[in-house]
């Protein structure tokens, strides 16, 4: 039996079952991901499969680090030779790790290969992927097409000029939606140069002169509403951690004018902006019925000598832990409630430790008032924890604490045009947790409400959530 079948992940008739007949075939909505709305237009053959599975994987730079690879055949100038053999030398010491059942879910689905990459065939296989890769059947948007992808989600700078979103919008040849989303990091930044740089081009991009808090909020404003004329419906944040600290008006004027003034922060000041800039910006999300994410819990580029010679986003990031989160959770959704200004939320922690403080967190404040089932989401499974655990934990905690029926289920959060397999893993997965409550007799089986289950966690909850 091929290693890659309707069984794989599944190992209950229930699961499998449900994977067949509901689950296997649904279109995919990516609502977050890294890919490059240019790279989508501009449609450009890949030069080789290292080029397409290797280039900006921080996923697997780790593995191989971890492996003894030397760094030049990771992000450095080996052949492309030398750097894929040395991924396969890795592969198949990974097992027990999803890249070893992503690296075969994509060379099945996309490229019809069923061996298994190691080091006595690595060179066959690179072989006969490049061959397929010369076809316009690998280009990127035929790729997204096959993948039968409904919706993409690209991460945007406030700044950006969105120009290949809107000539994607208006290219008839290509069905899928590519949107942005509306990624305000730089406005969150602790050191008070960056900051005064991005409000510099803030202010020169809008043309709002930003002195007082009331200009900013102007000023983001002014850029949502750009966001929203191209199809945004989402904004996305990345904070370390999440806290809160209420202030006055006057008390965030004072504090947003000595951070323009280029003076650092103190912690208590630095949080009640911070929680201030949060709650405006909650407000215009919610004014157009947008989504707001919030990936938090991560401290990235840690080893600072490796940051200095290659850069951020090369695979030195870490789980964060943190001190009284919960407080500074409910502070914040409350600060946004009674203000009117939470939208529908997606929360997503990365250390998962804290998987049954963000469920029970978001029960507090689901409400009928956006006219969707559980407006506030606990995101799924992310980055570390993209894995068999990672995500079954994340399920198990939702179904706990709150309402599975009504999760909008699984993204990629990925930079690759092959990584939708990603989609069909968090499938297999859910199918088989589920089929084994089943099994167990702890649910009925009747297919009618099992089939809602699984269609509305793998497409009909995202679709009807975000609107797009």
């Not at 008032?369 to 939702?398: A, C, H, Y």
């Amino acid at each position: 039996m091929k290693f890659i079948n309707d069984s794989f992940m599944i190992n209950n008739e229930p699961g499998r079952k449900l994977y067949r007949e509901y689950a296997k075939a649904l279109p995919v909505i990516d609502y977050h991901c890294h890919l490059d709305a240019r790279e989508i237009y501009e449609n450009k053959s890949f030069t080789d499969i290292t080029q397409l599975w290797l280039a900006g994987d921080h996923y697997k730079w780790r593995a191989m680090r971890a492996n003894g690879v030397s760094e030049d055949k990771i992000t450095g100038n080996a052949s492309s030779e030398e750097k894929f053999q040395a991924w396969a030398e890795t592969v198949e010491s990974c097992f027990g790790n999803p890249l070893y059942h992503w690296t075969h879910l994509e060379l099945q689905y996309y490229f019809g290969i069923e061996d298994n990459l190691d080091t006595t065939n690595w060179r066959d296989i690179m072989s006969a992927c490049n061959r397929l890769l010369s076809q316009d059947d690998f280009k990127p948007r035929a790729l997204i097409t096959r993948s039968n992808v409904d919706v993409i989600c690209t991460t945007d700078s406030p700044l950006d000029s969105l120009e290949y979103h809107r000539l994607l919008r208006d290219d008839a040849d290509f069905t899928t939606q590519v949107l942005p989303t509306f990624r305000p990091d730089d406005i969150f930044e602790e050191n008070p140069q960056q900051f005064g740089l991005f409000i510099e081009k803030l202010s020169a991009l809008t043309g709002v002169k930003i002195v007082r808090f009331a200009d900013l909020s102007q000023a983001m404003e002014q850029r949502i509403e750009y966001f929203h004329a191209s199809g945004c419906r989402i904004s996305d944040h990345g904070p370390v951690a999440i806290h809160y600290q209420p202030a006055t008006a006057q008390e965030i004027e004072n504090v947003f004018a000595k951070k323009c003034a280029g003076e650092t922060l103190t912690p208590t000041e630095h949080t009640a902006l911070i929680s201030a800039i949060f709650v405006m910006l909650a407000g215009h999300y919610k004014k157009r019925q947008w989504s707001m994410q919030i990936h938090f819990g991560a401290i990235r580029s840690n080893n600072s000598l490796m940051k200095e010679k290659i850069g951020i986003n090369t695979g030195f990031d870490s789980i964060a832990d943190q001190c009284h989160l919960a407080q500074g959770l409910n502070g914040l959704l409350d600060a946004m409630a009674r203000n009117n200004a939470l939208p529908k939320t997606i929360l997503y922690n990365l250390n998962p430790i804290y998987n049954d403080i963000v469920a029970t967190t978001i029960a507090n404040f689901q409400s009928a008032d956006d006219g969707v089932k559980s407006p506030i989401q606990f995101g799924s499974g992310w980055w570390f924890n993209d894995t068999r655990r990672g995500m079954e934990n994340q399920l198990n905690s939702l179904a706990d604490q709150g309402v599975l029926m009504n999760f909008i289920g699984m993204l990629t959060d990925s930079r690759s045009f092959i990584s939708y397999t990603r989609h069909d893993y968090f499938r297999r997965i859910l199918c088989n947790l589920i089929g084994g409550w089943v099994e167990r007799g702890e649910v009925p089986d009747n297919p009618q409400i099992l089939s809602k289950l699984i269609t509305n966690i793998c497409h009909d909850n995202a679709k009807n959530y975000f609107r797009f």
